[in-house]
């Protein structure tokens, strides 16, 4: 197995715009840096979760892809543009127990089982860079932990970019939140093209 070669395109999937970034992105400049350090965690806890999954269940997934991959698009692409809807409305005056649910550990965690590209991205990584070297359980453990520690840097990275131009996001939010909605209404048909 390259490690080289898995670590440059898990950082090059990793660090583009998608659901867990640009929420990470949105969630910072509405609140902070550290109000988002549940949901970063979240974010790299369902990245490891998945690409385990992936690591586990990777020959059954390819019997049943097509019908799999249909499935997660829907949800995610559904997922994604109510996202991107909520984003576009948004005032910025959201009621703290929404602001709470919306960023918290557990929505961060669950998105990525409902995340068309981190799925496709763990079933990718592992098909290609994984499986075919014959991998052991430490091996599987050890790149499922690798993704979440890189998932980890580059959602706390977009939420730390949130953060630092907070005054100047905050100070164009209508604008911000038309490109955040327009953003993801991408990432969402972008699972289908």
């Given at each position: 197995m390259s490690l080289f070669a898995?670590?440059?395109y898990a950082v090059a999937a990793?660090?583009?715009p998608g659901p867990n970034n640009l929420?990470?992105?949105d969630g910072a400049r509405?609140?902070?840096?550290?109000?988002?350090?549940a949901f970063v965690a979240g974010v790299s806890a369902g990245c490891f979760g998945v690409t385990l999954l992936a690591c586990l269940l990777n020959l059954a997934l390819y019997q049943w892809i097509p019908g799999v991959r249909?499935?997660?698009g829907v949800l995610g692409t559904a997922y994604m543009l109510w996202l991107a809807w909520k984003i576009y409305k948004s005032t910025g005056n959201v009621a703290e127990k929404e602001m709470t649910l919306a960023y918290s550990l557990r929505a961060g965690f669950w998105l990525q089982f409902v995340n068309p590209k981190l799925l496709l991205y763990a079933i990718t990584a592992v098909s290609t860079f994984v499986m075919p070297y014959h991998p052991s359980l430490p091996q599987l453990l050890g790149?499922?932990?690798l993704l979440g520690v890189i998932a980890l840097f580059s959602?706390?990275?977009w939420a730390a970019f949130g953060a630092l131009f907070q005054p100047f996001l905050k100070r164009h939010e209508r604008a911000f939140n038309g490109i955040m909605a327009l953003l993801l209404v991408y990432s969402a048909a972008a699972v289908w093209i």
């Open positions: 898995l670590v440059s990793s660090f583009t929420m990470a992105l509405r609140w902070g840096f550290r109000r988002m350090k249909i499935v997660m790149v499922s932990a959602s706390g990275s």
